[in-house]
């Protein structure tokens, strides 16, 4: 049997401008360190080419926004990583020209994720997105004409001003488009963001909204042909293809991955680590051939159960109790059954609807 993680994650950090919002690691501007940056990147997967099985699955480039980088070092990364059976790219839509789509094309993406956050223009400006509705469209359009035939939406919702009819009208326009993979999420402004300063209060009132808008984004989805597989990620139904996001099932499932990377987390066996956040930092050790500073975590077989069970009840597919059992707290099981919220068979545990609707209350209860 193949030793090695199977995943790898490759973290681009560089964008045009920083949202309010945002707390990944993430670089603005610096459009001179592009090159040097994949320099890095290549010479720290070639220290860490040994934790990779022969084969992988998935390579996921993530940001920051991927499609900022250079083109030309962008292309030379992707022909430089391993072969995987996805390889999926994120970009923002304003990002998205001809020339570039027909570049991840001929570099062998298989999958583009796209930003579109929303479709109405007050909202994206709540957002401070650069992006325009149209952005989106002429994004997915340009996609489509290079052969792509796997691309993914991003939506976000509990927006300030936002209202139930403005998530229904992003739906419909999102639905529009046929996207192959949605994923929804609530916004999260972390404490200590510029965005909290500036809409806490806002925020604060749309919370109550949120149980609502969370039921009306699985109905919708759900209406339309979509298999809700994950808490916030949809995917369509076809025959002979399965359009789940297999690099984050990996993430879901517990599997072993690799990440490269100013910021990048690695888990591997009983360890994981976290590169350093710092540019210069990570740039000097690697053009020495040095590993990056990184924080280490040593993870037990309890620590790694207890992730398993916490992520793999976000699936819609039946945990399995092997390795995990022991995790579970007999009476908190026995409440959240009797109330309709899991259902258990000898060997697995599934939530059912309402469950998955209050998931990480009942998996608290469950681990409690």
């Given at each position: 049997?193949t030793?090695?993680?199977?995943?790898?994650?490759?973290?681009?950090p560089?964008?045009?401008?920083?949202?309010?919002?945002?707390?990944?690691?993430?670089v603005?501007?610096?459009?001179?360190?592009?090159?040097?940056?994949?320099?890095?990147?290549?010479?720290?997967?070639?220290?860490?080419?040994?934790?990779?099985?022969?084969?992988?699955?998935?390579?996921?480039?993530?940001?920051?926004?991927?499609?900022?980088?250079?083109?030309?070092?962008?292309?030379?990364?992707?022909e430089?990583?391993p072969?995987?059976?996805?390889?999926?790219?994120?970009?923002?839509p304003?990002?998205?020209?001809?020339?570039?789509?027909?570049?991840?094309?001929?570099?062998?993406?298989?999958?583009?994720?796209?930003?579109?956050?929303?479709?109405?223009?007050?909202?994206?400006?709540?957002?401070?997105?650069?992006?325009?509705?149209?952005d989106?469209?002429?994004?997915?359009?340009?996609l489509?004409?290079?052969?792509?035939?796997?691309?993914?939406?991003?939506?976000?919702?509990g927006?300030?001003?936002?209202?139930?009819?403005?998530?229904?009208?992003?739906?419909?326009?999102?639905?529009?488009?046929e996207?192959?993979?949605?994923?929804?999420?609530?916004?999260?402004?972390?404490?200590?963001?510029?965005?909290?300063?500036a809409?806490?209060?806002?925020?604060?009132?749309?919370?109550?909204?949120?149980?609502?808008?969370?039921?009306?984004?699985?109905?919708?989805?759900?209406?339309?042909?979509?298999r809700?597989?994950?808490?916030?990620?949809?995917?369509?139904?076809?025959?002979?293809?399965?359009?789940?996001?297999?690099?984050?099932?990996?993430?879901?499932?517990g599997?072993?991955?690799?990440?490269v990377?100013?910021?990048?987390?690695?888990?591997?066996?009983?360890?994981?680590?976290?590169?350093?956040?710092?540019?210069?930092?990570?740039?000097?050790a690697?053009?020495?051939?040095?590993?990056?500073?990184?924080?280490?975590?040593p993870?037990?077989?309890?620590?790694?159960?207890?992730?398993?069970?916490?992520?793999?009840?976000r699936?819609?597919e039946?945990?399995?109790?092997?390795?995990?059992?022991?995790?579970?707290?007999?009476?908190?099981?026995?409440?959240?059954?009797?109330?309709?919220?899991?259902?258990?068979?000898?060997?697995?545990?599934?939530?059912?609807?309402?469950?998955?609707?209050?998931?990480?209350?009942?998996t608290?209860?469950?681990?409690?």
């Amino acid at each position: 049997m193949t030793s090695g993680a199977r995943h790898l994650y490759v973290h681009l950090p560089f964008c045009a401008h920083r949202c309010g919002y945002c707390d990944f690691v993430t670089v603005v501007g610096q459009e001179g360190k592009h090159r040097a940056y994949v320099d890095a990147l290549l010479r720290e997967l070639e220290l860490e080419r040994g934790s990779l099985a022969d084969e992988l699955e998935t390579v996921f480039l993530g940001g920051g926004t991927p499609t900022f980088t250079a083109l030309a070092d962008l292309v030379r990364l992707l022909e430089a990583l391993p072969a995987a059976e996805e390889v999926t790219v994120e970009a923002n839509p304003e990002t998205v020209t001809a020339e570039l789509v027909r570049a991840l094309h001929g570099a062998g993406v298989t999958r583009v994720s796209l930003g579109a956050q929303s479709f109405r223009p007050e909202l994206l400006r709540v957002l401070e997105r650069v992006a325009g509705p149209d952005d989106v469209r002429r994004a997915v359009h340009r996609l489509r004409d290079a052969g792509f035939d796997n691309v993914s939406l991003d939506l976000v919702y509990g927006i300030p001003g936002q209202s139930a009819a403005d998530l229904e009208a992003d739906l419909g326009d999102a639905l529009a488009l046929e996207p192959e993979h949605l994923s929804c999420y609530e916004l999260e402004a972390k404490v200590g963001t510029r965005f909290i300063r500036a809409w806490g209060e806002e925020l604060a009132r749309q919370a109550d909204a949120m149980e609502d808008y969370f039921e009306r984004v699985v109905a919708r989805l759900c209406a339309a042909g979509y298999r809700w597989y994950e808490t916030a990620n949809f995917c369509r139904i076809e025959e002979g293809r399965d359009l789940r996001a297999t690099h984050n099932l990996g993430y879901w499932l517990g599997h072993d991955y690799l990440g490269v990377g100013i910021g990048a987390v690695t888990t591997i066996g009983s360890k994981r680590w976290r590169n350093t956040p710092r540019l210069a930092r990570y740039l000097e050790a690697l053009a020495a051939r040095r590993t990056p500073e990184r924080e280490v975590e040593p993870l037990d077989e309890a620590v790694r159960a207890r992730e398993r069970v916490m992520l793999g009840l976000r699936l819609d597919e039946p945990l399995p109790l092997a390795g995990v059992r022991h995790t579970l707290d007999a009476a908190g099981l026995a409440r959240v059954e009797s109330l309709g919220l899991a259902e258990r068979s000898a060997d697995a545990l599934t939530l059912t609807e309402r469950g998955r609707f209050l998931g990480g209350a009942v998996t608290a209860e469950l681990l409690a």
